[in-house]
């Protein structure tokens, strides 16, 4: 369907209608509020051919029509048009950002609050996937006995930490012997860290150094698998009852509010990160069966140029697209350069 195409001209004036009222659209109300120069019994039969063509419902005895998927993303991929977000909402972002520079869990927070504010919308925001991180130090601390915190801070800033037991008790000197082997291979194993060097820094260390070793790697390679890396902060989670759509059908309420609390079901709906600046899967698009019924417009955050994280929006299919896809621009932009600022740096 061609932009200059009558029936292009109707859709679009009932898609925008719609987004507004959210009660079916009739002839006579295209004919009235929009100026397209035909005549309602011209734009009823635009409409019938709509409804054939898949671009158009008729919901229940109705006479009027509402957008089906097939017509947001018609919309989305061809028509949508950005909307410039007025500069005071970045300074406000900005300078809320500023408030917790560093506080890497607090800014996530403040995201998603802001997220809701602008969009209305409930919205997701997950925590940085520290699996595609670089590791820059790490330090093992005795706390008593056998048990040691075992604490590692990557070259974007992040620390994680988890405590270990080990086979026995050990001295403060075996494990910074153990620590300064593993940040020796860190720190040089890519330049002239040669197998010859290596082998020496691993003979130089006691049986019970290498023991020790043994369990440190293993710590570490749990500590950066755990599943709970990744989890998602949201937001706004009963703005959803604003939306006639859900607020009248409350299964399909009951199976968004079941859904937005399963992080292994939003792990899979975002989990794919791929170039596009700005992803919008509409409906069925999903896949995820419980958002079948909503939108959902996601984009990726970024730690020195590295996909980390994303943020979004889920509601109804029945959103404003225009806006909600240019305010999430906006707002990753701004926290990707707020991270790279405050926690980010330059990598080695």
Not at 19 to 47: C, D, H, L, Q, W
């Given at each position: 369907?061609?932009?200059?195409?009558?029936?292009?001209?109707?859709?679009?004036?009932i898609?925008?209608?719609?987004?507004?009222?959210?009660?079916?659209?009739?002839?006579?109300?295209?004919?009235?509020?929009?100026?397209i120069?035909i005549?309602?019994?011209?734009?009823?039969?635009?409409?019938?051919?709509?409804?054939?063509?898949?671009?158009?419902?008729?919901?229940?005895?109705?006479?009027?029509?509402?957008?089906?998927?097939?017509?947001?993303?018609?919309?989305?991929?061809?028509?949508?048009?950005?909307?410039?977000?007025?500069?005071?909402?970045r300074?406000?972002?900005?300078?809320?950002?500023?408030?917790?520079?560093?506080?890497?869990e607090?800014?996530?927070?403040?995201?998603?609050?802001?997220?809701?504010?602008?969009?209305?919308?409930?919205?997701?925001?997950?925590?940085?996937?520290?699996?595609?991180?670089?590791?820059?130090?790490?330090?093992?601390?005795?706390?008593?006995?056998?048990?040691?915190?075992?604490?590692?801070?990557?070259?974007?800033?992040?620390?994680?930490?988890?405590?270990?037991?080990?086979?026995?008790?050990?001295?403060?000197?075996?494990?910074?012997?153990?620590?300064?082997?593993?940040?020796?291979?860190?720190?040089?194993?890519?330049?002239?860290?040669?197998?010859?060097?290596?082998?020496?820094?691993?003979?130089?260390?006691?049986?019970?150094?290498?023991?020790?070793?043994?369990?440190?790697?293993?710590?570490?390679?749990?500590?950066?698998?755990?599943?709970?890396?990744?989890?998602?902060i949201?937001?706004?989670?009963?703005?959803?009852?604003?939306?006639?759509?859900?607020?009248?059908?409350?299964?399909?309420?009951?199976?968004?509010?079941?859904?937005?609390?399963?992080?292994?079901?939003?792990s899979?709906?975002?989990?794919?990160?791929?170039?596009?600046?700005?992803?919008?899967?509409?409906?069925?698009?999903?896949?995820?069966?419980?958002?079948s019924?909503?939108?959902?417009?996601?984009?990726?955050?970024?730690?020195?140029?590295?996909?980390?994280?994303?943020?979004?929006?889920?509601?109804?299919?029945r959103?404003?697209?225009?806006?909600?896809?240019?305010?999430?621009?906006?707002?990753?932009?701004?926290?990707?350069?707020?991270?790279?600022?405050?926690i980010?740096?330059?990598?080695?």
């Amino acid at each position: 369907m061609k932009k200059d195409d009558r029936k292009f001209d109707i859709l679009y004036s009932i898609i925008r209608d719609y987004i507004k009222t959210a009660e079916p659209v009739g002839s006579r109300t295209i004919e009235k509020k929009y100026n397209i120069g035909i005549s309602s019994a011209t734009i009823r039969n635009e409409m019938a051919d709509l409804e054939e063509m898949g671009y158009l419902l008729q919901p229940h005895t109705s006479s009027g029509r509402i957008p089906s998927d097939k017509a947001y993303r018609l919309y989305v991929d061809r028509f949508m048009k950005r909307v410039d977000v007025d500069n005071y909402i970045r300074d406000d972002v900005r300078s809320l950002y500023n408030r917790y520079f560093g506080e890497l869990e607090e800014i996530m927070n403040k995201t998603a609050q802001i997220l809701t504010k602008l969009t209305n919308l409930t919205s997701l925001v997950s925590t940085p996937n520290i699996t595609g991180l670089n590791i820059r130090d790490l330090r093992l601390i005795h706390i008593e006995d056998e048990r040691v915190l075992l604490v590692v801070i990557t070259k974007q800033g992040i620390v994680k930490n988890g405590e270990m037991r080990l086979n026995g008790i050990p001295t403060e000197q075996m494990l910074e012997h153990v620590a300064n082997f593993l940040n020796l291979c860190l720190t040089d194993m890519q330049t002239e860290f040669s197998a010859a060097t290596f082998a020496a820094s691993i003979d130089a260390l006691s049986p019970w150094e290498q023991k020790i070793l043994a369990q440190v790697v293993e710590a570490i390679k749990t500590l950066f698998n755990q599943e709970e890396d990744i989890r998602f902060i949201s937001n706004g989670v009963t703005e959803i009852f604003r939306y006639p759509e859900f607020r009248n059908d409350m299964d399909k309420t009951k199976r968004f509010l079941e859904a937005i609390h399963r992080n292994d079901l939003l792990s899979y709906l975002f989990t794919a990160m791929d170039d596009e600046p700005v992803r919008v899967r509409i409906g069925e698009e999903n896949e995820v069966e419980q958002f079948s019924d909503c939108s959902v417009i996601s984009a990726t955050y970024k730690l020195n140029g590295r996909p980390v994280g994303t943020i979004g929006v889920v509601g109804p299919t029945r959103m404003d697209y225009d806006y909600c896809v240019s305010v999430i621009e906006t707002l990753t932009d701004e926290l990707t350069e707020h991270l790279t600022e405050s926690i980010g740096g330059k990598e080695d």
